[in-house]
């Protein structure tokens, strides 16, 4: 029973146009979102997280966007800049103590 | 510089021996974790602990075995019970505080033949 589902293996973008990730939710409990950033061989890396308190949180080119009714939510990058190329996965937390309940992986490219 | 280092980065074992994962962090985080990684499918817990002397079931424990004897050190014990243990192992540590990101070791790479 998958909770949280990335449903788009790969994405291919061009350098300088915006990439959209998108991921949902099934357990109503969750109420803190992140995502992380993966290069082959290496540990996942946080990129920018959400509280569901929040529809929105940015940080530079990223943007995390909440849509709690649709337990839905996406990753904006703006502009999509070739070192931005990795595995991007969604996770959620429901409980205090941050086990983290992860989907399984977009694998984003940006051509040059 | 403070960090999590997982050891070592490969691994080769032959089937039906016990094989340790080390994980050592010096972040002074409370809480550590181990992740598992398979080709298309998400990272799934294997167990946590929150404080010294004390661990977790995760999702997928059966076959594994942890200690927590420091806060700096969470060893991953993949036993000859571990049906399936060739797999990308990844381990993890946060402050206990709500809404803490967790921080990952750069993983290590068991391989059972």
């Known amino acids: 029973d998958q909770q949280v589902k990335q449903n788009s293996p790969s994405l291919s973008v061009q350098e300088g146009r915006i990439s959209i990730l998108n991921c949902d939710y099934t357990?109503?409990?969750?109420?803190?979102f992140l995502w992380y950033k993966k290069y082959p061989a290496e540990g996942p890396t946080f990129l920018i997280s959400?509280?569901?308190?929040?529809d929105k949180n940015e940080d530079g080119r990223f943007t995390v966007f909440l849509n709690k009714s649709a337990k839905h939510l996406s990753l904006h990058i703006v502009p999509s800049q070739p070192g931005d190329s990795a595995v991007y996965f969604c996770?959620?937390?429901?409980?205090?103590?941050?086990?983290?309940?992860f989907g399984a992986g977009t694998i984003l490219r940006v051509k040059s | 510089d403070g960090g999590i280092t997982q050891s070592p980065k490969y691994l080769f074992r032959k089937e039906g021996q016990n094989v340790t994962l080390s994980c050592e962090q010096n972040?002074?985080?409370?809480?550590m974790y181990w992740y598992r990684q398979d080709p298309g499918q998400g990272l799934r817990l294997i167990y946590y602990?929150?404080?010294?002397?004390?661990?977790q079931k995760g999702d997928i424990a059966e076959g594994y075995s942890v200690s927590r004897e420091k806060k700096e050190s969470f060893p991953l014990t993949v036993t000859s019970a571990q049906k399936n243990p060739t797999a990308f192992y990844l381990c993890?540590?946060?402050?206990?505080?709500?809404?803490?990101?967790?921080?990952f070791g750069n993983g290590t790479r068991l391989t059972v033949t």
């Open positions: 993890a540590s946060s402050i206990e505080a709500a809404e803490s990101p967790l921080h």
């Open positions: 357990n109503s409990m969750f109420d803190y």
């Open positions: 959400i509280s569901s308190i929040k």
């Open positions: 996770a959620a937390s429901a409980e205090y103590g941050n086990k983290l309940v």
């Open positions: 972040l002074n985080h409370d809480a």
């Open positions: 602990s929150q404080i010294v002397n004390d661990f």
